[in-house]
């Protein structure tokens, strides 16, 4: 039999403040997160509103003093993991070298017994570091010059004016490599790219990593920030982003599912997880969250790719929904339950029209005339869209759901389409048994994880 892995630490920083507490409370209040942001000027977008890390965030206080020099060449989305990783390894009680500081100790676990895997994105460079550098690459027109931008001649023009280890703050590994370095994990370590689905991957690579015995203990999720310049342009040229004014009330603005829903808005963020060998938290008094049961990944064509070979009248023999479906069945097999057993779902729910189809369609195929049934908890509505940060925190409300044995509130319900469970609802009581967690990204990675009380 496999070794069983259990979730003992929740490490979170979302735009509903820093730790699980707040994560939570926000939830089961209604109480968005969402509003104009103030660490960059959106007013020549159309999408004003965005969910931002509230107050003055910085990883300054959550790394070692012998660390601190570090956080200079971290870019936004390590520290927020590095905030998430000491915020985790504290809930579970751990003693790690991050922790120890150089102070006479024993860590929980031997550092070749940590692992770390942590879902990143395409890091955004901050706009006045690379504006500034730009800057120096015109010509006498005044216009950019590419030449003078690659010149190798060390004459002060262009990427000279980088600061010298720029490369190494906007590496998506380095989010991971932080979080090794503090807290002494040397056994399997890994980065995961795959947008949305990235926590929820790097989840099940965490838990496939101490199911064969190559550690007793992995730091799991995502964590990102899209919520700058370069993140919102990319994301408004994709037209994935809903048009509001800074007056707009955000509730009104994320309709998960609803086939009218004009869009997702942005957020920033993100969640880790401790996750432990089941026999080995018992024996050290852990308090356990939940046991991860089961675990499924699954690729289908993304729905901008079917569109085209709609239109080219060419049959790919792929199903609208069968990604997110494969995934789900897999999660069920591997926790050896039916779909009948599930209480209730933590979806994506980005709201935006194609992707939530494509994952309804899923769900729908998996669930029949239930799915209308099953409580659903929707994070977009209160953060925004995480992107890689976003299965982090669905991982880590799914716990705290299956912890408290409590849904919490659902708002900007709007009306679903496919069959899913309709209408915004308060905070209530509830018997989770299991609790699906569901992350399908832009390019057609999909993921699922069973969560069960312990």
């Not at 993140?231 to 800074?246: D, I, N, Q, V």
Request: aromatic share 4%; hydrophobic share 40%.
């Amino acid at each position: 039999m496999p070794r069983r892995v259990v979730i003992t630490g929740i490490g979170v920083v979302s735009p509903l403040g820093v730790g699980r507490g707040p994560l939570w409370e926000g939830l089961c209040a209604g109480t968005t997160g969402i509003a104009k942001p103030t660490i960059f000027d959106s007013s020549g977008f159309a999408t004003k509103l965005a969910g931002q890390i509230p107050g003055e965030f910085s990883a300054k206080d959550s790394v070692p003093k012998s660390y601190r020099k570090a956080v200079k060449v971290m870019a936004r989305d390590s520290e927020i993991a590095v905030a998430a990783a000491r915020l985790a390894a504290e809930d579970a009680g751990l003693v790690t070298r991050g922790s120890l500081d150089g102070a006479p100790g024993t860590p929980t676990y031997a550092s070749d017994r940590m692992g770390c895997q942590i879902g990143a994105g395409l890091i955004n460079a901050e706009t006045d570091e690379l504006t500034s550098a730009l800057a120096t690459s015109t010509n006498e027109a005044g216009t950019f010059d590419h030449r003078k931008w690659g010149a190798a001649d060390g004459g002060g023009g262009g990427m000279n004016n980088l600061q010298p280890l720029w490369m190494l703050k906007y590496l998506p590994n380095m989010l991971a490599c932080h979080v090794t370095i503090i807290h002494g994990c040397e056994g399997p370590s890994n980065t995961i790219t795959c947008a949305e689905a990235s926590g929820l991957l790097c989840m099940g690579e965490g838990m496939r990593v101490i199911q064969r015995d190559a550690a007793d203990l992995c730091f799991t999720g995502g964590c990102e920030s899209k919520v700058n310049l370069m993140g919102t342009l990319r994301w408004s040229l994709l037209k994935r982003l809903a048009p509001c004014s800074e007056s707009d009330a955000p509730e009104s603005i994320v309709r998960p599912f609803d086939a009218n829903a004009k869009g997702t808005l942005l957020g920033e963020g993100g969640g880790l997880v401790v996750l432990e060998e089941r026999e080995k938290a018992i024996a050290r008094r852990a308090s356990i969250y939940a046991e991860v049961a089961g675990f499924g990944a699954a690729h289908s064509p993304p729905p901008a790719y079917q569109e085209i070979r709609t239109k080219q009248n060419l049959s790919s023999g792929d199903r609208p929904g069968d990604g997110v479906r494969f995934a789900v069945e897999a999660a069920l097999a591997d926790a050896g339950i039916k779909p009948g057993d599930i209480d209730a779902i933590v979806p994506t729910g980005s709201g935006i029209r194609e992707d939530d189809l494509e994952e309804a369609t899923g769900l729908r195929a998996v669930f029949g005339e239930r799915l209308s049934q099953i409580p659903l908890i929707t994070l977009t509505p209160f953060i925004g869209q995480l992107v890689a940060g976003h299965g982090g925190l669905q991982l880590a409300a799914g716990a705290l759901a299956v912890k408290h044995q409590h849904l919490p509130a659902r708002i900007n319900a709007g009306t679903p389409a496919g069959g899913l469970q309709a209408g915004s609802t308060a905070q209530q009581p509830a018997k989770l048994r299991h609790v699906l967690i569901v992350s399908s990204a832009l390019g057609g990675q999909n993921a699922a994880a069973v969560l069960k009380q312990s």
